[in-house]
């Protein structure tokens, strides 16, 4: 058997876990404030203050310190004050005591004897609010023990005759060794009441002593025996601060008396206390005085007496000092947002205070926030309080700016909207909202909305004022009634703007109400029929009991289908504080984690071996069955102590037995048959029960699987004759032997059966001289009650299975599989060899085509189905047998479409069937397919079984059609390009002989320059394919080479044209994209500043490069000076820094050097400069002055260092020259100095990228690397990549050439010219004036 559902059992432990957290919070609701730990926030998500218990826990673990050696002193306790008085009742009527409900309350003179006793009851349920008088919790505890109690004492003739007036409870303890349990709800705790008993008598022992026997007859022993309390205390007798006296410093002091526990003035009542707490306010008295940590310490009240014994008291180091936080520092703040004061004074760093309204309907952020409303304070580590706020998007957290909200009234609605009035008639169609189950005929007939209540004087905003129909019978649309919300205005809305529902007869439920389980022990007076929407409420028979689910009542609901709804698990009436059961199969008793393999700390197999298996009740007697099993699962109330009196059952009707049962026949084969084992009461059926039990149930419970399935036990129901002695283990022939089991190893072979083996496909046995399988027989070994079999007793016994020599491998015809549906078996071998398939065929189609008599169907697995034979000799399994269809024709007309230029196929396709394939040729004979030379198109199966034609298979890929090699020249193998040239074909495509093909420069940035001077240079060339299907191509060397675009500087304007303008040639040629500078003399400018400048541009045919020349040449003229007297001034920062600026005129377009002193530079930032027309530019950031930092470069082949100003680096003057291949690949390197194992990166234009050639790197002590080959730039195929690829060989970012930012104004007039390229991250781009 299984335990019920994991499920339940989880519900359970929730249910648990919310009735401690619910008593908790409401516990914590009787004080206005309470502390929690901060690390698990409350949500707002309730209407109640919830804390949840764990954190409860945690906060009590935290504060839990070894105490001192010495016994803690008895910390005070609140108890309500002993009575002064006593009441009576004015008798009324004829007979006094007939009619005390009549009559009025008066009062009596005091009484004569008070004693005070102290109660001791074990085993009930201790809430921390007991601790509180003033508490509901307590008030409600004490009306049950005042009532329980004054009935009982009644009954003793002794007391009544000494004018007993009653007992009371003043208090309520619990008995613990540790303070901090207090603070959880307990089910099995020992509490002590503090009573007050008084009789109208005088005192005298003779009613004490009866009073303490009769007790005793019921309640069990006392802590302390009765005292008269005829004394109380003087409250000014406690010194103020103790220490008293002149000269001593006193460190306690003492607190007000609480008026609500004063007898009277001043006076303190027998057994109460005064309260010390130590006088520096960050001083807390330590735990010896102060387990439960309120900071305060007792002195009590005793015989008229306080207790204050000088050895007992605390001394000043017992005032420890610890940072926590007072709520006395925010009394104001609390005041002012009109909140409770807390009635805790100090709250440790990292705990929660909480606060609430003095109003209770008050919120504090938003009215339709939880009641009561709950400000949060969380202690800080310096002693502060911060606001702990949830923001809107429900994050958690301090609030650093201290902002307290104020408590906020909500508003009220008082204005009642009446419904309006319902004509006596109406010719509306019945409502949408009616429900469907409804039995009314015709027009409904309706009735006014009307207040549920008269008595209702104002609704709180965001609240309901609820209206029913007058007509009782009916309902309002949807619901029994109709709820108007209170807006935040305070303002219903007018009448006539409400849409009111209408009144309708209501649904009746005329089944009788259900009746609940009647283990639950719910009732219900309420009898069938009921209205639409009604509840039907169930509670406990006795009054006594409480719901398992917490809840006051059960409901069950009449629905508008006229039906009930009834729950699916009721919840059962049962004691508060009663202990659970823990059963076998609850995941804490069959625990799969304890029980292992021994079990020793099995919780499971320890509860049955102490109890459950033989002690429980497992058995009912049912007709002819005389054992029949119950469902109860048999548990404890207490796992550590296994008794037969801690006995309990998870009852099969309360629905918490066993799940399932399983009946299983076990056949015993180590016992003979006795007909004493027939008989459940005989000792041999006993002795045999609990053997097989106790065997099954450590057998089961040692595996996880089982546990884990929440295992219960096992019941041997009955014991029957078992058939004959069988052969227990199967025989073992011998490896060698080569013999395959027919017989299962676990079958049951009874004697004179045999146990049957066969030889492998390819073998037999000599003696036999056949295939077929033999056997093994089981003969009887009647002392040992077993059967054994008749086998070789040595292995060179064993007839060993031999090769047959005429077999052949496969799969043969026996054990082909006979198809299902139309197929047919194709005409195959009888043996299907390895690797080879099985064919099964469709029949013939019943009117095949004319050209076709012989047609067959086909499937949706092919024109056949097939089955491979695979290795071991077995047919693959058909997952499925495709049924037989007629094929279907793909018609030419909707072939494949193609392109056919592209391709050059020829679309000539014909009518085929499903599963066929035609072939395409080229349209042109002198070109033909690549590769095999035929191409072919399917017709698919069509998977629509409507679709009345096959389907074309489109191919992937379509080929296209080349010249035959004696027809065409290929550009890509059949010409020898050298590579320096950077010349490759303009197309892969073939050229046709004797035509051109078109070839051009890899770098589309380059132009073909030819070794005839006089030849002028082109974009592209063309190179004859011949006749005989060879190129006609140029010697080795007489080809053509790609170089970068250059102009001839002897192209440039003479002066004839530019004026007095002269250029600055600095050699024969300027690349293209480069400009040339012209230079007025004698130090004159023109207006654009220093020089005017003429680009090589690419000519518009692209063929090569030319000069561009202005239109109109500007003329030069004197520069205008910037005086002196307008140098700018360097800043202070500048001057501090060491920047040395001497001030001079300055001539226009031109920057004046700033200095530093050795060892420094000046930073970026721009020198002062000389704007035309003679203005010194204005200065924003001076540059200053910083040390030149030095770098030092430590080798690992020698023990020194070298220190230079910048590190070992390879200058850029000595850059080693580039190639002519490599320049005409378009190859661009920026020579800079370069740090020692670094590498310069070449760039090469857009679309292009560098080979895999390394790129020029810098070597040890300075010296560049030798370059024997250089990198070329190549074409990339992915655009992208290229570029990346092309700015570095570590595939760095590049900066775009397009990104490239604007120059200033300032810098294009003084001549700067930067030629914008795509540049490797890290790198600069060099421009030039």
Known sequence: TTAADSNSNDATTAADSDVNAATTAADANDNAATTAEATAAPSSGSRRRREVKDQLIKLINRHKRETDTAPARKEGHDMLIPRKIMTGIWPKGDEPRTDPENSEICLCSAPGMRLSIPITIENKVWKPAYADPASQTFLKAKGDFDTQMNQFLAKNKVLMEAGLAGMTVQSIQLVTDNPAEGSEVLNDATIVLETEVTFAADFNETISTALVEHLASSQGQFATPPKALTASCNFTELPAAYPAGEGVEAYLTRLPINNNFELEENQVAHELFGYYKCSAASRFLSDKFDPDKDGLMGIQCVGGEWDMKEAEMPTAEDCVEVTVCSTDSIADKVTTSLLNSPKVNRVAPDEFLFLTCQDPQAYLYSSREPLPAIFKLMCQDDGTFLPWKTDESGNQGLDDTNTWPVCTPPKYCTNFPESPEVPDTTTEEPSDTTPSGSTTTGLPPTSKLIPVSTKVEKVREYDFYEYKCSDPDMVAESDSLFRLECPPSGEFPASQDITWPRCRPSIKCLDPIPDPPFYTGLYSLAEAPKKEYDKIEYTCYDKKLKLSDGASHAEVTCGSDGQYSVPDRWPICQEEGTKPCKCLGDPEVTNPTLCDGTLENCPAAKLLDATCRNFSRTMLYFGDLPMVPLKDRCGTTDIGKLTEENMCYCKEKTEEGSKDAYMIVFHVVSESWNNEMGFASTDMFKELKLKIETNVDRMLLSDPYFTSKQFVRSKMVTVEKGPGYKCKYPPNPPASAGYESVTSALADISVGETFVYKCRQSQYLRSMNSTDPFGIRCLPDRANLVGYYEAPAEETDWEPCVDDPSYIPGCRRVDWPIPKGDLLLGANPDIITIGSKLQFVCPEVENPPADRPNQRGVTSAGASFELACLEGEVLQTAMFWPPCKPPRICQGSSGPDFDQDATGLSRTYSDIYEYETMELTCSDSIKEIPGTGSFTVACGYNPDPEAEFGSWIRPEKWPACEFKDAESCDPLTEIDIPVETGIIPDTSQF?????????????????????????????????????????????????????????????????????????????????????????????????????????????????????????????????????????????????????????????????????????????????PYCQKGGLWKPIEVWPLCKEITTTTVVTTTVAETTTTASGVVCPAAEFPQLSEAAVNSGLECAAKDVSEGKSLACTCPSGFKPDATPMPSCETEGKWKTIDSWPLCEESTDTTAAQADATTTAAAAVCKAADFPALSTEATDSGLTCEAKDVAEGESLTCTC
């Open 991 to 1167: 050229i046709l002989k004797d035509t051109d093909g078109v070839f051009k420069c890899r770098n589309s940035s380059l132009v073909i320059y030819f070794p005839d001077a006089g030849q002028p240079t082109a974009k592209t060339i063309n190179i004859k394919c011949g006749g005989d299907g060879k190129f006609v191509g140029f010697a080795p060397e007489a080809w053509p080479s790609c170089r970068w675009p250059t102009c001839n500087t002897a192209d440039l304007p003479d002066n004839t044209t530019t004026g007095e303008l002269v250029p600055v040639i600095t050699g024969e040629t300027t690349p293209q994209g480069q400009q040339v500078a012209f230079r007025c003399p004698d130090g004159k400018v023109v207006d654009n500043g220093l020089y005017e400048y003429v680009g090589c541009l690419e000519k518009s045919d692209g063929s090569g490069a030319e000069y561009r020349p202005p239109s109109t040449w500007p003329a030069c003229r004197e520069p205008v000076i910037c005086p002196v007297a307008d140098f700018p001034t360097p800043t202070q920062e500048a001057l501090d820094s060491g920047l040395e600026c001497i001030a001079a005129d300055g001539s226009e377009f031109q920057f004046h050097a700033c200095t530093c002193k050795d060892g420094f530079e000046p930073d970026s930032s721009p020198m």
